[in-house]
């Protein structure tokens, strides 16, 4: 008794902060997708902390939905981190299908497939698909973690998608190991507990941290150029940027396979936290792989544009301007300029 009036309050609590948390990010943030995903991930964390039970005997018709949306925000967890390291990422039609398509698992298993199987099978099944998608999303965090320009938020995010993904990791395994064991109760006492103290670790974090950092683009701070210390940095800082145009013009080091900002900084000699901060307060970007684009892409367009150059394949062009395959090169071209590298060719062919 005393663990099932333990259990109700930490989920209340939970319930009661995330869905501060949602109104608060879609408040603030509901006009920049990564704050609305945030919100929804919020949303569906609620679900998750009114219906998560480890060792469930069997479930209640009146909770199907809602232990739906709970499984099917394993698919908002991952479209939020992709969106949350990646500026250009925008939701397509496809992405509803696939929360769709978990949710309506999800609903068909509490319905009819558990009650015919066995709970502890659909429990298994449902949690093997809950950490599929959390692969994905830690994997996303670390392909896309070293791009990140912003010093501020690369620590939050990491925080964020780490503990996310870490309780979610270890409420799949309690579910799948525990199902049917005398221990379940204690288990989802402390299961609870655990995701109170992640949210209210998160939501800390997201305090400490600006938001036009973490979502938004933040515009760079204005300061008294007056001052002399003010001025001696910025002439050191103008020195630099233009060492590392001459090594993006001249050199063309963006051609150069697998180009990092470590490489980068150690080339100029600076410290790599150093040049992250050159590129992002300096010359305005937020992300790593994106100033390297905008490099290749122009050259890509000159390329396009030449008529001396007609035949030659575009995906030759892509290589050359540093592009490891002609997916990318597609995407991020067409991104910039709204058409792809062929119109783009006919279209200037018909100019010229």
Not at 64 to 89: C, H, K, M, Y
Not at 217 to 229: G, I, Y
Not at 306 to 330: C, H, K, R
Request: hydrophobic residues 55%; contains cysteine; aromatic residues 8%.
């Amino acid at each position: 008794m005393m663990l099932s009036t333990i259990d109700i309050a930490l989920r209340g609590a939970t319930v009661a902060l995330l869905l501060v948390l949602a109104t608060s990010l879609f408040r603030g943030f509901g006009t920049v997708l990564a704050g609305r995903l945030a919100a929804a991930f919020a949303l569906g964390s609620a679900a998750h902390a009114v219906t998560a039970s480890i060792g469930a005997s069997q479930v209640a018709a009146a909770h199907a939905p809602v232990i739906a949306l709970s499984t099917g925000n394993v698919v908002v967890f991952w479209l939020f981190t992709r969106a949350l390291f990646d500026e250009a990422f925008k939701l397509r039609w496809w992405h509803a299908l696939v929360w769709a398509a978990v949710a309506a698992f999800s609903f068909v298993n509490c319905m009819w497939l558990a009650p015919a199987s066995g709970v502890r099978m659909s429990i298994i099944a449902v949690n093997l698909l809950a950490l599929g998608f959390i692969v994905l999303a830690v994997a996303q965090t670390i392909a896309s973690w070293s791009s990140d320009l912003v010093e501020g938020r690369r620590r939050v995010r990491v925080f964020i998608v780490s503990a996310a993904a870490l309780y979610g990791g270890l409420n799949a395994v309690l579910q799948m190991s525990l199902s049917g064991s005398g221990a379940a109760e204690i288990a989802s006492t402390v299961n609870s507990a655990a995701l109170a103290a992640v949210v209210a670790a998160i939501s800390i974090a997201m305090m400490r941290v600006d938001g036009a950092d973490l979502f938004p683009a933040a515009p760079e701070v204005q300061v008294d150029a007056s001052d002399a210390a003010v001025v001696e940095s910025r002439t050191a800082d103008q020195k630099l940027v233009d060492a590392l145009m001459r090594l993006m013009g001249d050199e063309r080091i963006y051609r150069h396979d697998n180009v990092t900002i470590g490489a980068l900084a150690t080339k100029l000699g600076i410290p790599e936290y150093r040049l992250r901060r050159l590129i992002n307060r300096r010359l305005g970007y937020r992300n790593f792989n994106v100033f390297l684009n905008e490099h290749r892409i122009a050259e890509a367009k000159a390329a396009l544009a030449d008529p001396s150059q007609a035949e030659v394949p575009v995906i030759t062009i892509a290589m050359d301007a540093g592009f490891q395959s002609l997916g990318p090169f597609n995407r991020a071209f067409k991104a910039t300029t709204g058409v792809t590298p062929t119109e783009y060719r006919r279209l200037k062919a018909s100019i010229a």
